[in-house]
């Protein structure tokens, strides 16, 4: 697989995914609920030459008591912080179906989508626990075979709802005074276990016309949805062989489910964590692990230089392990600023879509005769 071809993510979960990261001199936990810190994580991001970052979010506190930086910004607020700031970089926002009305999430989504030029997307995800379900009283805590099928049917809303406006539903006329086009604008009329959404949505179809939609598989719940659903499916795997394995399995449900694998990307996630040379990396998580201990990893870490992290991505391209990484730096400010030293070609796509080679879908309402007609409340 050619460079330009294998996708690069970060996944920037606060001051790191290591409980401890936030001690570091350099963490900037000070300025974590503020703006300026996410757009400097996410502009150093971009002028390295990372095609898409991943911001994590949950309704619930960080595990570990005070020993821990706890509490978030919410993701889509972060993201449409930054989309004024960045050119080139992807943003996938994490947002929880589980405790939030589908037409939320879509006009937020595709409002991001304006913001960002075409470069939104949504990793979707739910509200485990019942300190979660405690939080909001609707409803008691769910398994995951339940959870994962709300995101289902959330997800199926949410897509239709950014087909709900066709292309060139805005007419401006302004000799007439019509803004738009009623007969382009659609019901959705979905009802289903969890939901019941006549539509449209508020907002006029987004510059890729369905954001990007990604799911992290991590069990056969989740995994089901991500085959129907994900355009971006998320995976952690020990090694190379069993990432490879993994994607080849995924891609077979994918093709059974009557979609086209190649219209599916996999990515593999990389704990890592960079230093000048691969000493100070040891001798840097040594100290975090000192502070307080992490545990093992979920999948692949990789602790060394960005030199050592240029080789491994090139042999997970080669391997056909996975089509793209998403790194998941213990701390955020250490990897970041290394990253610039991998010398990646500058992005040149003009959206997401078009960063991974995914096509522009039509609505699936342009040829529909439900419209809003004259006089009927939408």
Same mark, same amino acid.
């Given at each position: ?52 970052? @991943? ?58 989508? @304006? ?264």
């Amino acid at each position: 697989m050619a460079e330009s071809d294998f996708f690069l993510a970060v996944e920037l979960a606060g001051t790191g995914i290591h409980p401890a990261s936030w001690r570091r001199d350099d963490s900037r936990a000070e300025d974590l609920f503020t703006g300026a810190y996410w757009v400097d994580a996410i502009t150093a991001a971009e002028k390295a030459g990372v095609d898409a970052v @991943f911001v994590p979010d949950s309704f619930g506190l960080q595990p570990g008591g005070p020993g821990v930086a706890r509490g978030r910004l919410d993701a889509v607020a972060i993201a449409a912080r930054v989309a004024a700031a960045i050119r080139h970089i992807g943003l996938l926002p994490q947002g929880a179906v589980t405790h939030t009305e589908p037409f939320h999430l879509a006009k937020a989504i595709q409002s991001l989508d @304006f913001a960002s030029l075409g470069r939104a997307g949504w990793e979707v995800t739910v509200s485990e626990g019942v300190e979660q379900a405690r939080a909001f009283g609707r409803k008691g805590e769910q398994d995951a075979a339940s959870l994962w099928h709300e995101a289902d049917e959330a997800i199926e809303v949410v897509t239709r709802l950014w087909d709900s406006w066709e292309d060139d539903a805005e007419i401006r006329d302004v000799p007439t005074g019509r803004f738009i086009d009623r007969d382009k604008l659609h019901y959705i009329d979905f009802a289903g276990d969890n939901f019941s959404v006549k539509g449209p949505s508020i907002t006029p179809r987004s510059p890729q016309g369905q954001p990007i939609v990604a799911v992290r598989a991590h069990d056969d719940a989740s995994t089901g949805v991500a085959v129907h659903r994900a355009d971006l499916i998320r995976v952690a795997a020990g090694d190379f062989d069993s990432a490879r394995v993994l994607r080849t399995a995924l891609r077979t449900a994918v093709r059974a489910a009557d979609r086209d694998p190649d219209a599916v990307r996999v990515l593999l996630d990389v704990e890592v964590h960079l230093a000048d040379s691969a000493d100070a990396a040891r001798a840097e998580v040594a100290q975090l692990d000192q502070w307080t201990e992490s545990g093992s990893p979920a999948g692949l870490r990789h602790i060394g230089t960005p030199a050592t992290l240029r080789e491994l991505l090139g042999a997970i391209g080669a391997s056909g392990a996975a089509d793209g990484v998403v790194l998941r730096p213990l701390a955020v400010p250490a990897a970041v600023g290394h990253l610039a030293a991998l010398a990646r070609k500058p992005l040149s796509a003009s959206t997401l879509r078009d960063r991974l080679g995914l096509p522009r879908p039509v609505s699936r309402y342009a040829d529909s005769t439900t419209t809003i007609q004259e006089g009927t409340p939408s």
